[in-house]
């Protein structure tokens, strides 16, 4: 079993960064594929980037491709979310996924294990 707690979310204003962090406990998460989603009120769960286990590779969707960068220290079991050039439309609810799979997926029922979910608030 795998638990993951998601940390750095806040209140930024449009064109700020922040870096969200993903930490698993429970087992080392260094075989898994592990994902980034968000969810906005109204609105369904959404990709947003997945790494696999090697941090090798790496997906995003096209609404972030360019601003955001998903990475991985597997001795830390940690796997991190760069936003950068934030803009009001990324306000969501952001959660951490792994899979049992070592490979990334950007479909949100691949994922067994998921966090809690985090509030990012992106004002204008």
């Known amino acids: 079993q795998v638990q993951l707690s998601e940390s750095g979310g806040g209140l930024v204003q449009a064109g700020d960064s922040l870096r969200l962090s993903c930490a698993a406990s429970g087992r080392t998460f260094s075989s898994n594929g592990v994902g980034w989603f968000r969810q906005a009120p109204g609105k369904e769960r959404e990709f947003v980037a997945a790494?696999?286990?090697?941090?090798?590779?790496?997906r995003y969707a096209d609404s972030v491709k360019g601003r955001f960068t998903i990475s991985r220290d597997n001795a830390k079991n940690t796997v991190y979310l760069q936003m950068n050039s934030l803009k009001p439309e990324d306000t969501a609810v952001y959660f951490c996924?792994?899979?049992?799979?070592?490979?990334?997926?950007?479909?949100?029922?691949?994922?067994?294990?998921w966090g809690q979910g985090i509030q990012v608030t992106v004002s204008s």
């Open positions: 996924a792994a899979r049992i799979a070592p490979w990334y997926s950007d479909y949100h029922g691949d994922y067994e294990y």
């Open positions: 790494i696999g286990s090697t941090g090798t590779n790496t």
